[in-house]
């Protein structure tokens, strides 16, 4: 407890003594120390983003930070494609997996696979045996002609009066 009241009473001692010295002295400012050799680099900035060394390109983006709380009206294209590039470029995280050209690659690959599909479905459909008896346009309507023989259906089929649909014919030729 008495170590508090030391340091307070230290303080009570030093504060005029510390405001008589803010008073005289010049004012701080602030400046960038790549105000002048920045608009070039933002200028490239896509471009020599990845030579960057990381503690520049933590500059940059704090620099960049900085810039955007101004009126965006008053930022000049370099600065707002930068700013852009920085917080959306592909780098880092959205950096493209893929190299350049393997969308070529793909394209290829993709088409290989279909010709070898087709190709296999050929194979095997030639191979096959002949439509069934069943598919003839004659059979399927001998099947309706029996279906209304045998008053299959009689409410609403095939044996129903006024009947206008197909029956059993399902095929074109």
Do not use: C
């Not at 930022?75 to 592909?90: M, N, R």
């Not at 002949?130 to 099947?143: G, H, I, L, M």
């Amino acid at each position: 407890m008495s170590v508090l009241r030391t340091a307070s009473s230290a303080l009570r001692l030093r504060a005029p003594r510390l405001a008589r010295a803010a008073s005289t002295a010049a004012p701080l400012t602030v400046t960038s120390t790549r105000t002048n050799a920045s608009a070039p680099l933002l200028a490239n900035i896509e471009a020599s983003w990845k030579s960057l060394p990381a503690e520049e390109q933590y500059e940059v983006y704090q620099q960049l930070e900085e810039i955007q709380k101004r009126d965006w009206k008053e930022l000049s294209i370099d600065e707002k494609k930068a700013a852009y590039f920085v917080a959306f470029g592909p780098h880092g995280p959205r950096e493209p997996y893929t190299p350049p050209g393997q969308n070529g690659k793909v394209l290829i690959g993709t088409l290989a696979g279909l010709g070898v599909a087709f190709t296999l479905f050929a194979l095997v459909r030639s191979q096959a045996p002949p439509n069934v008896r069943t598919w003839t346009k004659e059979y399927q309507q001998a099947s309706t002609q029996r279906m209304q023989e045998e008053n299959v259906n009689p409410i609403s089929g095939v044996s129903s009066s006024g009947y206008k649909g197909k029956g059993m014919i399902m095929t074109e030729d």
